[in-house]
């Protein structure tokens, strides 16, 4: 998921006839990383010559898709000859993810040949657009089993109507979003209920994603906490969003109803 660019500068001194020319060599290397609710693009510059890149500016863009991008571009004072520095930004979706094309440009400065350089890093495309899932069935004990090899993400709503008149809505709302419902169980005694409900689907390539609802209320009050269990790194922000934006809507709507 990262790409590598090359930049040589030779710079000749003539401070002395039998000095050898120092050599300025940077080395980019762009990446991003996924979180749940924003990925992160980073670039990392590498001096592998033998001479000080002082002043690097890194300035990140969004070349193509529906992202912002609002941190500022962000500076490495001195780059020693075999030393390296990393900045990253904050990258979030503006509506529904989609294809996110991101680059940035590198600008450092040569005090000993006193030249200002400046070079691209290549830019990196990648599709964050939820995944086409399609309901798959498997035991309960398959999908915990899956779940324990997967990464998770843990999500809280606010819930202004009681916990046991929002947990059937939100269920119905995630067996619309490509998802089989694996169990489903609920419990009232008095003041106190507790749903739970666990959905499993799988894309186009086999790989597996899931859900686990729980909603609750006390004499404390009604609260939903919904997991999201991904075994495709790349996909957990597509995934996570798709999945919180149809637990908001289910919740939102049900709000509205008398």
Not at 7 to 31: D, F, H, Q, Y
């Amino acid at each position: 998921m990262s790409s590598i660019a090359f930049l040589s500068v030779a710079v000749a001194m003539k401070r002395g006839a039998k000095r050898p020319p120092t050599r300025l060599e940077v080395r980019i290397e762009p990446g991003i990383d996924f979180e749940a609710t924003h990925v992160v693009y980073r670039v990392t510059v590498r001096n592998r010559g033998e001479a000080i890149a002082r002043d690097v500016l890194i300035t990140p863009k969004i070349l193509h898709g529906p992202f912002v991008l609002d941190e500022p571009p962000k500076a490495v004072p001195v780059l020693k000859p075999g030393s390296f520095g990393t900045a990253s930004w904050r990258i979030v979706a503006k509506g529904e993810p989609g294809e996110l094309e991101v680059g940035a440009r590198i600008a450092y400065w040569d005090r000993e040949a006193g030249t200002r350089h400046e070079a691209p890093a290549p830019p990196l495309r990648v599709d964050l657009r939820p995944p086409a899932l399609r309901p798959v069935y498997v035991t309960p004990a398959a999908l915990k089993e899956r779940a324990s090899r997967s990464l998770s993400v843990e999500n809280a709503f606010d819930l202004s109507v009681p916990a046991e008149r929002a947990f059937p809505v939100v269920v119905d709302a995630l067996s619309g979003e490509g998802l089989e419902k694996i169990e489903e169980m609920t419990y009232a005694a008095g003041r106190e209920f507790v749903g739970q409900a666990s959905f499993h689907g799988l894309d186009r390539q086999k790989t597996s994603y899931a859900v686990r609802v729980v909603a609750s209320r006390t004499k404390g009050g009604s609260n939903l906490k919904v997991l999201v269990f991904v075994q495709a790194e790349e996909s957990l922000f597509g995934f996570t969003w798709r999945v919180r934006e149809s637990v908001r809507r289910a919740l939102e709507a049900r709000g509205h109803q008398p």
